[in-house]
């Protein structure tokens, strides 16, 4: 992988994240950030993104969890996002195609 990849996955992963933060009239984030990946554990985007939750979660002092999703093309992820419970922010990342 380059770097150019890693660039657009870092990239994508913040603009996910602080999109919320610009629309929201309150303290973002007022519950935990759910981050929804449709790539498998221990990939480069998922090691990306927990490493950015991880930075965000202590600046903001909430939890920023990292789901993986995995398949059929990116629609199992999206589907969870979708259909998310109110317990959490959703976020759904991803890269895209080259």
Known sequence: MNSLFHTRLLGIGALCLTVATTASAQT????????????????????????VGERLG???GHQVL???KPGANSWL??????RAAPTAI???????RR
């Open 77 to 82: 992820a999206l589907g969870e996002v979708k």
């Open 58 to 60: 202590r600046e903001w």
């Open 66 to 68: 990292v789901d993986n």
């Open 28 to 51: 973002f984030p007022i519950k935990p950030v759910r981050a929804v990946l449709p790539y498998s554990a221990g990939s480069g985007p998922d090691t990306v993104m927990r490493n």
């Open 90 to 96: 959703p976020c759904l990342s991803s890269m895209p």
